[in-house]
């Protein structure tokens, strides 16, 4: 029989390049030689990782071959129509790309170690035992007892293991019947073994039912146009909620827990702020902090405050914003849906925990797209039908129903899904974000710089506002609703936030001149230049800061205001009163209040106090959680992976100091080849010399026939003591293929050096 190192040798350069693409933890590290890219292979974390990644019909040619050896005749064990035929074919192909199986001379041979990850009983039959009868023994059955059928039928597609009864039933008859009769076989304890000889013959040689062909579940269709509309809403709103979170938090940032995350009530303050659930506040704080727009600040107390990279971002198109948020969203490995949650202690799982990082997320992100896009567009699966297709795809790593309906809603909050189906920017995210930037743009209806203003103080824009305008309306307007048409509302409070901000009468209205259609109605107008009267007749100054007014009546009470005791406010005169704090908590005190005060010069001219914006760079918890959760390892390109081959090709290097070592195929004393000699001993069932390094550092050298190889120890039989012993790996210091012939030994029980 070939090796496996062999086999590989003997692959094309495509071959392995395909190899490395369908696995590409066999790439990263680069390994050094064919042997070394063996060992990591057969490793028991990257086969896991490959047996993850592949369908049902994969795994059902996995367990045939393993299950009934080399010369099986996989179709005729699972295929019962020309369609199971042609998977059965295609999935061969497959796993024989991926090096979970090889072809010599002998058949079809699993990758080493690949048996034991299947389980024990694979394809639910029991090993194969020099104890089991032959097929015919099912030739009894037309004469069995009644309690025969019910036992057989439970045991012959798996598990073949059973508990017989202990009491006087006829089921307990009917077992000690087959047992007598060689159908079962007595295991340890009360347990029956259906024999593999039986269970093939009563399932007429078959390994499984039906070859498992992918599922077609039926699911509603969606109009293009309602589609690109929805996400497109979606995506901008996103945009929005983003840069309305970095607003909030550059005035007033929210405290870091001690946990590192973000407090129920900040998280309460956010969805408040931004008017909506704490569900979807959840998921825009998760996904600016996974896009480096807010973090941590670092300080003794600290905050989470906009990054320096939030400035850069609002400045950048809409599209452009959006498809970093997106890609974002894809490859981050935050579960915003955790949010709100009891973990295993019971404790509520804030936003912003370490606790809510997934490694597996961005997988099941890519997956849940990657079945949406191979539907027919406008397809709108449930979370159900999604599920059924994901189980077929990935049957060894299913994801709970739960966290593919999150991820569903999570993809239509972010844009990426438009009336529950992909949207042509979501198709194109999956190759690249400047695609689906492009994508987005293309679907995102003209930007209007006009607004309707009303007589009623209310406004609309007929359409998607500007960038100018959306910055307008929010510093003078309150937005009561969107959707085709965005409608506002100018009231006193929220037209003082312009003059907050430095804005005079004349400049508003000349700029809401601007935008207009038509002239400003003459209600508006009123407003604003009553709004401009009155900001301002409360004046602040520095005394550590001074309160006074022409208007004695303004400042009556304020002393005696509980809700103002903090600022140590004395009278001066009935006009004046001092304080002790300073003049922008002042300020921004009274204007907590619903009052309009506005800071002064000491020659009384009206000063603007431009609002405490907080920035922080890429540093500090959230930005070193983002490094660590959403930068997954870039994937290697054609080149890189042909470049890779091409090396380990390449004839290894001879160190003068030392002869060459044995080839990997014949003995080693590397630790990485001999871990692969070991793993395809155990496949072979074959002999090996191994040389083991004792306590006292003495080495010895043992003929032994490997079993097992787990958790970094060896298992194995030694043939000529006949006896069973268990070694860690790091004490084997070299490993030799044994010669098929029996080997004398010395007197001191150490097998001969030429003989060997």
Same mark, same amino acid.
């Given at each position: ?8 040798? +003997? ?38 990782? #490959?047996?993850?990644?592949?369908? /049902?019909?994969?795994?059902? *040619? ?8 080399? $010369? ?18 295609? /999935? ?21 170690? %690949? ?57 307990? !008859? ?12 007595? =295991? ?69 827990? @001690? ?93 912003? +925990? ?13 997956? *849940? %797209? ?8 406008? !397809? ?7 599920? &059924? ?22 993809? #239509?909050? *972010? ?15 999956? +190759? ?16 209007? $710089? ?45 037209? @003082? ?7 005079? !009468? ?27 009267? @009155? ?71 009206? %000063? ?11 540093? =500090? ?17 054609? /080149? ?43 496949? &072979? ?31 194995? !039989?030694?043939?000529?003591?006949? +006896? &069973? ?15 098929? *012939? ?10 001969? &050096?030429?003989?060997?």
């Amino acid at each position: 029989m070939s090796t496996f190192t062999g086999f590989l040798r +003997s692959r094309s350069d495509d071959d392995l390049v395909a190899l490395l693409r369908g696995r590409p933890d066999l790439a990263t590290p680069s390994p050094t030689t064919i042997a070394s890219l063996g060992v990591r292979a057969t490793s028991r974390g990257s086969l896991e990782r #490959a047996l993850a990644s592949v369908d /049902a019909g994969v795994l059902q *040619v996995l367990e045939a071959v393993v299950a009934l050896g080399p $010369d099986a005749d996989v179709r005729a064990a699972i295929a019962d129509t020309p369609a199971g035929v042609v998977l059965v074919d295609s /999935a061969l192909e497959r796993a024989g790309e991926l090096a979970l199986l090889f072809r010599d001379e002998d058949g079809l041979h699993p990758a080493p170690g %690949l048996a034991e990850l299947l389980g024990p009983y694979p394809a639910g039959l029991a090993p194969a035992s020099p104890t089991d009868p032959p097929g015919d023994v099912v030739d009894v059955l037309p004469d069995a007892p009644a309690g025969v059928a019910p036992v057989l039928e439970a045991l012959t597609w798996g598990p073949p293991v059973g508990l017989a009864p202990s009491n006087a039933t006829a089921t307990a !008859a009917a077992v000690d019947w087959m047992v007598r009769r060689r159908l079962l076989v007595m =295991g340890d304890g009360r347990h029956v073994v259906l024999p593999r000889t039986v269970a093939l013959a009563l399932r007429s040689g078959r390994t499984h039912r039906a070859a498992a062909l992918a599922p077609q579940p039926h699911f509603a269709t969606r109009l293009p146009a309602t589609v690109a509309a929805e996400s497109t809403d979606a995506g901008e709103r996103i945009v929005r909620l983003v840069a309305q979170l970095g607003r909030v938090w550059e005035e007033s940032p929210a405290g870091v827990l @001690r946990s590192g995350g973000l407090g129920v009530r900040e998280l309460r303050r956010v969805a408040a702020e931004l008017e909506v659930d704490e569900r979807l506040a959840a998921l825009v704080v998760e996904l600016a902090a996974a896009a480096g727009l807010v973090g941590d600040d670092g300080e003794e107390l600290p905050s989470f405050v906009p990054t320096v990279a939030m400035d850069e971002w609002s400045l950048a198109p809409v599209a452009t914003r959006w498809a970093l948020l997106a890609s974002t969203w894809l490859a981050t490995s935050r579960t915003p849906w955790l949010v709100g949650g009891r973990d295993e202690a019971g404790t509520v799982r804030p936003a912003l +925990s370490p606790d809510l990082h997934r490694a597996w997320a961005p997988r099941l992100r890519r997956s *849940v %797209l990657g079945m949406l896009a191979a539907q027919p567009a406008g !397809a709108a699966p449930d979370a159900d039908a999604v599920l &059924e297709v994901l189980a077929w795809r990935t049957p060894r790593s299913v994801p709970p129903v739960s966290a593919v309906a999150a991820v569903l809603a999570e993809a #239509a909050d *972010v844009g990426v899904l438009g009336a529950g189906a992909l949207s042509d920017a979501g198709r194109a995210l999956l +190759s690249s974000a400047d695609e689906a930037a492009a994508t987005f743009e293309a679907t995102l209806p003209p930007s209007l $710089d006009e607004i309707l203003l009303q007589g009623d103080l209310t406004g609309i824009v007929p359409g998607r506002p500007s960038d100018e305008l959306e910055s307008l309306i929010a510093r003078t307007a309150r937005v009561e609703s969107r959707g085709g048409a965005v409608t506002v509302r100018f009231t006193a409070d929220t037209v @003082r936030l312009a003059f907050d901000d430095g804005a005079t !009468a004349e400049g508003l209205l000349a700029e809401l001149a601007r935008f207009a259609r038509g002239p400003v109605p003459q209600p508006l107008e009123y407003l604003v230049r009553d709004a401009a009267r @009155r900001h301002g007749r409360l004046r602040a100054g520095a005394a550590s800061s001074y309160l006074r007014s022409d208007d004695p009546a303004l400042l009556a009470g304020l002393v005696d205001n509980p809700k103002l005791s903090g600022l140590g406010l004395f009278t001066l005169a009935p006009t004046v009163l001092a304080a002790q704090a300073p003049t922008r908590e002042l300020i921004d005190a009274l204007r907590a209040q619903g009052l309009a005060p506005a800071a002064e010069t000491p020659d009384g001219h009206v %000063l603007h106090v431009a609002r405490e914006v907080r920035r922080v760079g890429r540093r =500090g918890r959230a930005a070193a959680s983002r490094r660590a959760g959403t930068e997954a390892p870039a994937q290697a390109t054609a /080149a890189e992976l042909t470049a890779l081959v091409a090396r380990l090709r390449a004839p290894e290097p001879v160190a003068p100091a030392r002869a060459p070592a044995p080839a990997a195929d014949d003995g080693t004393d590397e630790p990485g080849d001999a871990l692969l000699l070991l793993r395809e001993a155990v496949a &072979e069932k074959a002999d090996v010399w191994v040389e083991l390094v004792g306590p006292t550092g003495r080495p010895e050298r043992r003929l032994l026939r490997p079993l097992r190889i787990d958790g970094g120890r060896l298992r194995a !039989a030694d043939v000529q003591r006949e +006896s &069973e012993l268990t070694v860690a790996v790091h004490r084997i210091a070299s490993v030799r293929r044994a010669r098929p *012939v029996a080997a004398p030994e010395s007197d001191d029980g150490i097998a001969d &050096e030429e003989t060997a």
